[in-house]
């Protein structure tokens, strides 16, 4: 489904375009969706749900008994934020060449656009660039819920300040030394001695011990290798693998909302009598070395589920330049989305700008939504 960017005017505040994106984020679309219960109107996000609890209610002669659940997970997050912006600078020859290449392109559609229809043309397209940033940098977290059960990592607090800011959520019990939803194998996958196979049952029962769900397994490109090669060796091919078939490459069994690049659906496998659907993920992002870096990475495996997790999404604060001639508006306004776009205008340079930004926290909608595999690392 196509993501949309409102785009605010950083003068009154109003939205001025709406650009739409096609941008193949499987994770966000598939596992981690967004609501409108998931829009806060705060920088600050609540994070509350309990463990989970499956006791049945105790049969006694008379009075009651304790149907307390324990909480496992309460706290107030700062979530990380992701900026990113692009400008035109109105006055380089070479911007008002691309300007004019997006004048002749809707010219040659038969419409008859002014200087400012190809400008703002421009304008979207960079905006859509920017929010496609962004949305990759969502599916980073993403996957490091996935992998770690947390989101930790530090991020410099911008361009020109190095002061490191740590994002520090944890989605399991902090008294536990190590995350209980994460199987180490005894012999790490690709040496001699692997168990892939069995590794990825062991998986599923863990999940489904603990009240989740195991539909999917989602693996990297080397991880599937790994993977295929132990059924191959265990005779289990042919007889325990059901092949997704794709006809022109429109149908993906119902599972994404629009046809995704770096998607491989490889079909249905029974796992000693358990079916999971094999989705192979090798889109990536470009760092900032020029160097390509998959987003799960090597040796990811992860037994999960459609929904498992949600993305939440915090506000930002823009100041309103309106209200210094009118008092009747608002200093500063709040502006809510998963993706929230605004445009600024510089009187000193003549430059004009899109900028993209997004306040985003993936969490699990309860523990045991998944369990992932640690292939390379043996215990």
Not at 210 to 223: F, I, K, N, T, V
Not at 254 to 280: A, C, Q, S, T, W
Not at 359 to 373: A, K, M, N, Q
């Amino acid at each position: 489904m196509a993501t949309s960017i409102a785009i605010n005017d950083t003068i009154s505040q109003v939205v001025t375009d709406v650009v739409e994106m096609h941008a193949a984020t499987l994770l966000q679309e598939r596992y981690f969706g967004s609501s409108e219960m998931d829009i806060f109107d705060s920088r600050s996000l609540l994070i509350d749900y309990d463990s989970g609890d499956r006791k049945a209610g105790a049969f006694l002669r008379e009075g009651y008994a304790n149907g307390d659940t324990t909480t496992f997970f309460s706290q107030t997050v700062v979530p990380p934020r992701i900026g990113v912006s692009d400008n035109i600078d109105t006055v380089s020859n070479n911007k008002d060449r691309m300007m004019f290449e997006q004048l002749s392109k809707m010219q040659k559609n038969g419409i008859r656009p002014t200087r400012a229809d190809a400008f703002n043309a421009l304008l979207r397209l960079k905006a859509a660039r920017c929010g496609d940033r962004v949305m990759r940098s969502i599916e980073r977290l993403c996957v490091m819920a996935l992998k770690e059960n947390a989101i930790q990592f530090t991020y410099d607090t911008s361009p020109t300040d190095s002061t490191a800011v740590t994002c520090d959520v944890q989605f399991y019990d902090p008294s536990l030394a190590a995350n209980p939803q994460c199987i180490s194998p005894s012999v790490a996958w690709g040496s001699n001695g692997a168990t892939p196979y069995d590794d990825v049952c062991a998986a599923i029962l863990a999940v489904k011990r603990h009240g989740g769900r195991a539909e999917d397994l989602l693996l990297s490109d080397d991880a599937w290798e790994y993977l295929r090669a132990d059924m191959a060796a265990k005779n289990l091919l042919d007889n325990q693998i059901h092949y997704t078939l794709i006809a022109n490459g429109k149908d993906r069994d119902g599972l994404f909302p629009e046809i995704m690049d770096y998607v491989e659906v490889v079909g249905d496998i029974i796992f000693n009598g358990h079916r999971l659907k094999v989705i192979v993920y090798s889109h990536g992002y470009e760092a900032a070395d020029g160097t390509f870096n998959s987003f799960l990475g090597n040796g990811f495996a992860c037994v999960l589920a459609p929904n498992c997790g949600r993305t939440l999404c915090g506000a930002v604060s823009k100041v309103n330049p309106q209200a210094v001639v009118d008092y009747n508006v608002d200093a500063v306004a709040c502006l809510t989305g998963k993706l929230i776009g605004t445009r600024h205008v510089s009187t000193e340079t003549d430059d004009v700008s899109v900028r993209v930004e997004s306040v985003p926290l993936p969490i699990p909608r309860r523990i045991w939504g998944w369990c992932s595999i640690d292939c390379l690392k043996a215990w």
